[in-house]
């Protein structure tokens, strides 16, 4: 791979792929770097940690349908403050092994959709700020995401300011292993509606909202699908 100009990578092989080191973690971070060329000439079969693997870029789309992401267990920061990202293609990832997801997403503040059917959330244990700062989304859909090893969601969607729906299993999404933390998790979602009606307020901005929308008993920031 080698560097054009500070701002684009152009990953070569010869046709052949090359195998991406265990540790792959910041493997692009670069504040300039705004396009990457040949991602599908990386096997990425023996990479664990993708953290920070794209921090910081101004990449406006990526297409990672190609990663083989079965041993990695490290994914924090991974798109964390790819302001200018729109367009985001993970349709492949097997996240069954990842145990972090910290800030994988935060600061996504132009991407507006999140595709996420694949992903196995079963061993995570954080998501604090997975999706803080994502100002541009309007919905998610966490239908697949089991939580049930989570213990912290601090700051899990703050400051996702046109967030409206947030769609989840309620038998998979769990909140009852969360003992570190789960302050701010929907503070400054001034847009979000459960499922049954229940509009956004900062001072019902913590854990105890993060479930299925039920009025009036249970009032939630969550909608069934």
Do not use: W
């Not at 910041?26 to 705004?34: D, E, K, S």
């Not at 595709?115 to 998501?127: D, E, I, Q, R």
């Not at 009852?176 to 979000?192: E, H, I, K, Q, R």
């Amino acid at each position: 791979a080698y560097l054009v100009n500070g701002t684009e990578v152009i990953v070569s092989g010869n046709g052949s792929k090359f195998k991406a080191n265990a540790n792959s973690a910041q493997m692009f971070y670069g504040t300039n770097l705004a396009s990457i060329e040949g991602l599908d000439l990386i096997d990425t079969s023996e990479v664990v940690s993708m953290g920070s693997m794209f921090y910081d870029t101004k990449i406006t789309a990526l297409d990672l349908s190609g990663f083989d992401t079965s041993n990695v267990m490290y994914m924090q920061g991974m798109f964390k403050n790819c302001t200018a990202l729109t367009s985001l293609n993970l349709s492949s990832f097997n996240t069954s092994n990842v145990t972090t997801m910290v800030g994988m997403f935060q600061g996504c503040s132009s991407l507006a959709s999140i595709g996420l059917s694949s992903f196995n959330t079963s061993n995570v244990t954080t998501m604090v700020s997975m999706f803080s700062d994502c100002t541009a989304l309007t919905s998610l859909t966490l239908t697949s995401f089991n939580t049930s090893g989570v213990t912290n969601m601090t700051t899990m969607f703050y400051g996702c300011t046109q967030l409206v729906t947030i769609y989840v299993n309620p038998s998979s999404f769990s909140v009852d292993s969360v003992t570190d933390g789960g302050s701010l998790m929907f503070y400054n979602c001034p847009a979000l509606v459960g499922g049954s009606g229940t509009t956004h307020s900062n001072s019902n901005a913590e854990i105890e909202y993060a479930r299925v929308d039920s009025l009036p008993d249970s009032p939630g920031y969550f909608t069934a699908p």
